[in-house]
């Protein structure tokens, strides 16, 4: 795989330059990002974000290590740093000459007079430990690093201001951090470098993101002591940020460590047997490599492994249920790394509670939420995708009795008026001041978008889970079982295509029998807001939707909804769409689900494209903007939202995993089909052939 790099057009202008944001993970929920620049422009950028109770609990450690390169007795400031009156110092971004990804490893190369400066970073995997590696290339005249750690302990979604009583002890080539008593204690050192104690508190370091999302954007931070070594042509030296207790592993050690772990998820990843390329291969193997970043293991208390889950986006989520579940084929299945998705289902199946996956596991290890009804739907979703890839029966014995209590707690009511309305087969949900669908967004008591009653793709959730398990105890002999879920997907498929078909707008209704929407004669409410949300009725496993209906529906969202990186949440039309996110909480919530474009939604839509029109290059067309993307906002990943307006500019979380995820999966399952249908008409070809020669 090429390495995907950015130039000068983009490094030499602190516009373009802190626009463009990096990502290193642990696989355990601790991360260290910032821009490209290395100015850190969010509360959430730092070297090392350390995760205490994987994959929650994550603390902000290290925020910064400026360096000053000191060439021949030439001082060259590296690092940049912005302050709250706007100040930008040093500007050590005008020495970047190129940023690349090596896999996950972000490099940066820096021009210092006729010498290059590499810097790589990276995590130990399933450590709390940062490396920060330099290696020189070049250059007639001596090199020496000066090296200023710049510190904090906090909750990641936090900063704290003012002077705060850290306790400092040296180390070999370096310091031992505790912020306070009862602290996890952390350390930076390189080893046989010269250390000096020096503690200093430097004040307003500003978050240019924070202010654009109207949040606290200045915080203060502690340089605790004064790091030196020399740098020889071909002698690699890394500093180390740890907050293990045990002595890290040797910076070359890692490196080579984390190589090999990376070519081994390439080579999970089987892209060379493919009929049609949307993209190139490489860019779609790269996206292989972004999926790792997500998956992430849960740890007790006392630190033992549960399993594993995902991380539902960088930098400010945890693990959620509904996330989980809709990005785990393609992180996982169409990664090649199937006992992985065995182990996140195992994990959830662990906290099924009256029927229902939590929503969300809180960033402070609480009790799982369980504000969802999509979460548990979705999971029969990824159930039957991971038994569709693996064939592992013995898995579907395992999980069947989980799946039916699902169902039967479904049937006969559980939390939130989430109910089978016994009139029609359809599954009902909510209560006022309760968001139960993805388009989950409330600000105070404000539900945005509270889709009360029966919306359209929790019913084809609801139909896919009741005929993924009757085709389940079909296979498993269970014919009671197999005969009253065919029973119950009937009488849903009827009463679907019976009351949510707006043949006048040739769409699906997005909620029915709510309190929002026009009344009929008979005093039921349909709500006409063109959403994407339909398309799921044509993209699930079992369509409710097909022919002549099927086409209009998705030529409309096709015109309406559609853009180049993902779909609207809202037609423009509409008086409530939103074509910006931006501003403060109440404006950015506001306008979170009534128009923001969802990167996730290419996934549905081009599948529910190629199922209607059987043309893989026509679908996969429109995936043909995520190439450029993957250069712009976190490089190498999938930003979660985009404005609704062009040109679409990156908004939200930096790296999703559904936006990661599904288009994998799309890509994969559209290949798939593809390459299955070639080799059928081959056999055909041939076939015939040996007929005739007969």
């Known amino acids: 795989m090429s390495a995907l790099t950015l130039g000068r057009d983009i490094l030499g202008r602190i516009a373009r330059v802190a626009e463009h944001e990096w990502l290193v993970t642990n696989g355990i929920g601790g991360f260290a990002s910032s821009t490209v620049s290395l100015m850190n422009t969010r509360r959430y950028h730092g070297l090392l974000f350390a995760s205490l109770r994987p994959p929650v609990e994550r603390m902000a450690m290290v925020s910064k ?14 690092a ?9 110092s040093p500007q050590g971004f005008c020495h970047l000459e190129s940023f690349r990804l090596e896999g996950l490893i972000p490099v940066w190369t820096w021009l210092i007079g006729d010498a290059n400066l590499q810097q790589r970073i990276w995590m130990h995997h399933g450590e709390n430990t940062t490396y920060v590696e330099f290696t020189r290339i070049g250059g007639t005249k001596d090199l020496r690093l000066k090296i200023e750690p710049l510190c904090t302990y906090r909750d990641y979604h ?68 004064i790091i030196e070594f020399d740098l020889m042509a071909g002698r690699p030296r890394a500093v180390l940020l740890s907050a293990e207790q045990h002595e890290p592993m040797p910076a070359a050690a890692a490196l080579v460590l984390e190589r090999t772990r990376q070519r081994e998820i390439s080579a999970r990843f089987d892209g060379a047997n493919v009929a049609v390329l949307a993209m190139e291969l490489e860019q779609i193997e790269r996206l292989a490599l972004a999926a790792d970043q997500f998956i992430v293991e849960r740890r007790d208390s006392t630190g033992m492994p549960l399993g594993k889950t995902v991380i539902a986006g960088y930098p400010w989520f945890s693990d959620w249920g509904r996330d989980t579940m ?62 569709r890839n693996s064939g592992d ?23 939130f008026g989430i109910c089978v309305d016994q009139t029609d087969a359809l599954l009902r949900a909510g209560q006022a001041g309760v968001q139960l669908t993805w388009m989950d967004a409330k600000v105070g008591d404000w539900v945005v978008t509270p889709r009360i009653g029966k919306p359209v793709e929790i019913n084809a959730l609801w139909f896919n889970a009741v005929s993924i398990m009757r085709d389940l105890a079909k296979e498993l002999d269970r014919s009671d079982d197999a005969s009253g879920y065919a029973a119950l997907a009937a009488r849903i498929t009827a009463s679907f295509e019976r009351e949510f078909w707006f043949a006048a707008g040739g769409y699906l209704y997005d909620v029915i029998d709510g309190p929002e929407g026009e009344a009929d004669e008979t005093g039921r409410r349909r709500d006409r807001s063109l959403r994407p949300n339909q398309i799921f009725a044509l993209s699930l496993p079992h369509a409710l939707v097909r022919g002549d209906k099927a086409k209009r529906l998705l030529e409309t969202c096709a015109a ?16 409530r769409y939103v074509g910006r996110y931006g501003g403060g909480p109440v404006e950015r919530d506001g306008a979170y689900h009534q128009g923001t474009v969802w990167t996730w939604l290419l996934g549905p839509f081009v599948t529910a494209h190629y199922r209607v029109y059987a043309d893989a290059a026509a679908a996969l067309e429109f995936l043909r903007a995520i190439p450029a993307h993957l250069r712009e906002a976190c490089v190498g990943q999938v930003s979660e939202i985009m404005d609704a307006n062009a040109p679409f500019e990156p908004r939200g979380c930096f790296a999703q995993a559904w936006g990661v995820a599904e288009i994998l ?23 015939a052939n040996h007929i005739r020669q007969d």
């Not at 000191?70 to 001082?75: E, P, R």
């Not at 395992?398 to 707690?409: A, C, N, S």
């Not at 593809?674 to 056999?683: F, G, I, L, M, P």
């Open 65 to 78: 290590v400026d360096v000053t390169a000191i060439y021949g007795g030439t001082h060259v400031p590296l």
């Open 80 to 88: 940049t740093n912005e302050f709250a009156d706007g100040t930008i």
């Open 158 to 225: 936090w900063q704290p201001r003012g002077e705060r009583g850290f306790g400092i002890d040296t180390i070999p080539g370096g310091v031992r951090i505790s912020a306070h008593a009862g602290a996890v204690p952390y350390r930076i050192s390189s080893p046989g470098a010269r250390v000096e104690i020096q503690p200093q508190w430097y004040w307003n370091f500003k978050h240019r993101e924070e202010s654009a999302r109207g949040l606290d954007d200045v915080e203060d931070l502690l340089r605790p002591a």
């Open 326 to 387: 809709i990005a785990l084929p393609g992180l996982t299945l169409a990664t090649g790394r199937t006992e992985i998705a065995a182990s996140v289902l195992r994990t959830f199946a662990q906290f099924v509670s009256e029927g229902m996956l939590p929503n969300r596991f809180p960033d402070a290890g609480e009790v799982p939420e369980y504000n969802t009804v999509d979460a548990s739907l979705w999971f029969f979703i990824a159930v039957h995708a991971y038994l």
């Open 393 to 415: 029966r013995n898995f579907a014995a395992e999980i069947y009795p989980t799946l039916k209590d699902m169902l039967e707690w479904h049937i006969r009511g559980t939390r």
């Open 560 to 575: 309406e909804l559609w853009t180049p990186v993902g779909l609207r949440s809202l037609a423009a039309r509409d008086s």
């Open 665 to 687: 999966r799309t890509w994969s399952e559209i290949n798939e089909c593809e390459n299955r249908r070639q080799t059928d008409s081959k056999a055909i070809t041939n076939s």
